[in-house]
């Protein structure tokens, strides 16, 4: 059974740095594309970057890039985003995601994921 778990939101200044956590569990994930989404109150689901975990392959949405970097560690079993420069708009709940690459999906595409973690949620002040 796939479990994703997130954690490292909470509260930080404009232009703060935060680092999320996503530990998988379940089986291995070296096959899979593993993604960070976000949802502000009132808006839509809100792609914000993934990675391929064989290759490290990753993706960004124009608004995070530059700022935020998605990363894995092959031991712990747990894909990473850095976040800097942290901007108000960047508050919102942030989820971690993850589907099998094996078939061919659009990893910026929410409907693309099989698995979703309880998410975290992330307060940039101004």
């Known amino acids: 059974q796939v479990q994703l778990v997130e954690s490292g939101g909470g509260l930080v200044q404009a232009g703060g740095s935060l680092t999320l956590s996503c530990a998988a569990s379940g089986r291995t994930f070296s096959d899979y594309v593993m993604g960070w989404f976000r949802q502000a109150p009132g808006k839509e689901r809100e792609f914000v970057a993934a990675?391929?975990?064989?290759?490290?392959?990753?993706w960004y949405s124009d608004s995070v890039k530059g700022r935020f970097t998605i990363s894995r560690d092959n031991a712990k079993n747990t894909v990473y985003l850095q976040m800097n420069s942290l901007k108000p708009d960047d508050t919102a709940v942030y989820y971690c995601?993850?589907?099998?690459?094996?078939?061919?999906?659009?990893?910026?595409?929410?409907?693309?994921?099989?698995?979703w973690g309880q998410g975290t949620q992330v307060t940039v002040s101004s």
């Open positions: 990675l391929r975990w064989s290759s490290g392959y990753t």
């Open positions: 995601a993850a589907y099998s690459s094996t078939i061919l999906k659009f990893p910026r595409d929410y409907r693309a994921y099989d698995y």
